[in-house]
């Protein structure tokens, strides 16, 4: 049996090999070097030690991705405390609660969330620092305020000759060790608060290092985008990178389309980690306009030349993700089709991978080599899939898994917990999917997300979005049923709509098109009814994913 590494002496090493080598960038601002966050690490453990934080006490974090983010999660896990990342677009209330329900002693906050929390809402915090600068925004402990005030005098006593990289020592954490709580509701009736024990961290952290840090190698670049408090972004961009001696540069701004693109170009990723709407986006708006025209259409039907254009194709689109990466990882949903097979078509380095915030996230990855279109990848070391159907080649059933990456449960939840994880161990994804011989998982949707048809039939709206949002002016979808009919809730894409001079009454007759256009691809128990026009753009979580439970019962509305 694999005898068990602890978790924290993966930060600990790369800091010490990597001491003078730059670490942490706010992309546009400051840049720390390993040994300026080993640094600071010091300095938030003399924090901790002096305002009576101690092992296992839970420190929150609630703020946009930064350099100085990454420094206070790594300084809660590497003293021995249990860290809990928030989101940070989560409301002041869920805030509130989730500080309360996982009993933090302390609170880090960024710029945009110190002006929404109010610290009366949270009696138990001992302290609120700003991200920042570190600075206290409330102390309501005597120690703290020494500490903060006095921190250089403090630092100085205790390293009197230099802080050097000799005197980096941490926390040596055990398999069963809980280092983090992971909320996926901010509500006090439905918070979920993930336990995730080191194991499940050092499982993904190794399964990374062994089989992406070989492809991309130390020193180079990655670029955050997903937010850090989201398992996919912590475990796949920021201490996966970090480990494996990269320069992680942190989107500090709200990621537009535009940021990100010039991010790209600057940043020169060694790796892309992304969600579907990002690679969406990209590939729609600045490459798919230059080759959907005649003249490239006609030179993509011409055998002789097809595949020197579509190696031109690739280069232009290799060029959009920054022209460095190894590949692109997609995660957090499916994506679309259509862009998948174009991806792979011309040769791109595309791969999807799977998995859940009760795995850390990890639960199966293949390397685009392998990546089969239309899956997810196979199973990861140290975790077990199956899917729960009488033929699990052909016949959706729920995927479930078992390993090392799997939570110990939901905070003060028991119940939750046995409704998640079974008596053998299995996590209960609530994903139907089916799984090839070979171990390549196919996703077919959510089993809430999942329609019965007047007849019985299994009708699974994310495949008839899939095929609807690769139509004509259509930007997002969601299908929702109106009592024994299926309709379409769909958000045009106004901006190429404007660009073309089209009216309202224009978009209502290209939806109709589209709606019959895409009943002549679909079974009849699938066929639309309508397609109503939704003018904003739909309610999504932090991975991108629509919020569909706010949608179900808008059937009976005619324009929303």
Not at 73 to 99: R, S
Not at 509 to 533: G, T, V
Request: charged share 20%; proline share 4%; hydrophobic share 40%.
């Amino acid at each position: 049996m694999k005898t068990y590494t602890s978790f924290n002496s993966y930060l600990e090493k790369s800091i010490i090999e990597n001491w003078n080598l730059d670490a942490l960038t706010d992309y546009k601002g400051i840049t720390l070097q390993f040994h300026d966050v080993a640094r600071k690490i010091e300095k938030m453990h003399i924090i901790f030690e002096n305002s009576g934080v101690e092992r296992g006490d839970k420190v929150a974090i609630c703020g946009r991705n930064s350099a100085h983010w990454a420094v206070a999660f790594m300084a809660t896990l590497t003293y021995g405390a249990v860290a809990v990342p928030i989101l940070h677009e989560f409301n002041a209330d869920q805030i509130h609660n989730i500080v309360n329900h996982s009993e933090s002693k302390l609170l880090f906050v960024g710029d945009v969330v110190v002006q929404t929390i109010d610290p009366g809402k949270m009696p138990a915090l001992e302290g609120i620092i700003n991200i920042p600068d570190f600075s206290l925004m409330v102390s309501r402990s005597e120690t703290l305020t020494y500490a903060r005030e006095h921190l250089n005098q403090l630092f100085g006593s205790k390293y009197p000759n230099a802080f050097r990289a000799e005197h980096v020592h941490y926390h040596m954490d055990s398999e069963e060790e809980l280092a983090l709580i992971n909320y996926t509701s901010g509500t006090t009736g439905f918070s979920k608060g993930v336990m995730l024990p080191y194991r499940a961290l050092c499982g993904n952290l190794e399964f990374c290092l062994k089989h992406i840090g070989s492809k991309v190698g130390k020193n180079t670049n990655m670029l955050s985008i997903l937010p850090m408090a989201h398992m996919y972004g912590m475990a796949v961009e920021f201490l996966f990178g970090f480990s494996n001696g990269c320069h992680l540069y942190f989107l500090t701004r709200l990621p537009s389309p535009a940021i990100i693109a010039q991010a790209f170009t600057d940043v020169k990723p060694s790796i892309v980690v992304s969600v579907p709407l990002i690679v969406d986006k990209i590939i729609r708006k600045r490459v798919f306009p230059v080759i959907q025209t005649n003249r490239m259409k006609l030179l993509l039907n011409m055998p002789v030349i097809s595949k020197k254009v579509k190696q031109k194709i690739c280069e232009k689109v290799y060029e959009a993700f920054g022209g460095n990466a190894y590949e692109v990882i997609v995660g957090g949903a499916a994506l679309n089709q259509e862009i998948e097979h174009f991806l792979k078509d011309i040769e791109f380095p595309i791969t999807v991978g799977y998995g859940a915030t009760e795995c850390a996230p990890l639960i199966s990855y293949s390397d685009y080599h392998e990546f089969q279109p239309g899956s997810c990848g196979t199973p990861v070391d140290g975790m077990e899939v199956k899917i729960l159907s009488s033929d699990p080649e052909n016949t959706p059933g729920e995927i479930v898994a078992r390993g090392i990456n799997v939570m110990q449960g939901y905070y003060k939840n028991e119940e939750a917990t046995r409704q998640a994880i079974d008596k053998d161990g299995w996590y209960h994804t609530g994903d139907l999917g089916t799984m090839a011989a070979d171990g390549h998982i196919f996703i077919r949707g959510r089993i809430k997300n999942m329609l019965l048809g007047s007849n019985g039939q299994n009708i699974y709206p994310e495949e008839i979005e899939d095929k609807l949002n690769s139509m004509a002016m259509v930007s997002e979808s969601i299908i929702i049923q109106d009592g024994q009919k299926l309709v379409a809730l769909v958000h045009p894409d106004y901006d190429e709509a404007n660009n073309m001079g089209f009216t309202g009454n224009d978009i209502q007759d290209i939806m109709e098109q589209n709606r019959q256009e895409l009943n002549n691809l679909m079974p009849a128990y699938c066929k639309l009814s309508a397609i109503k026009i939704h003018e904003t753009e739909f309610a999504k979580t932090p991975k991108k994913s629509i919020k569909r439970y706010l949608y179900q019962d808008y059937g009976t509305s005619t324009k929303l």
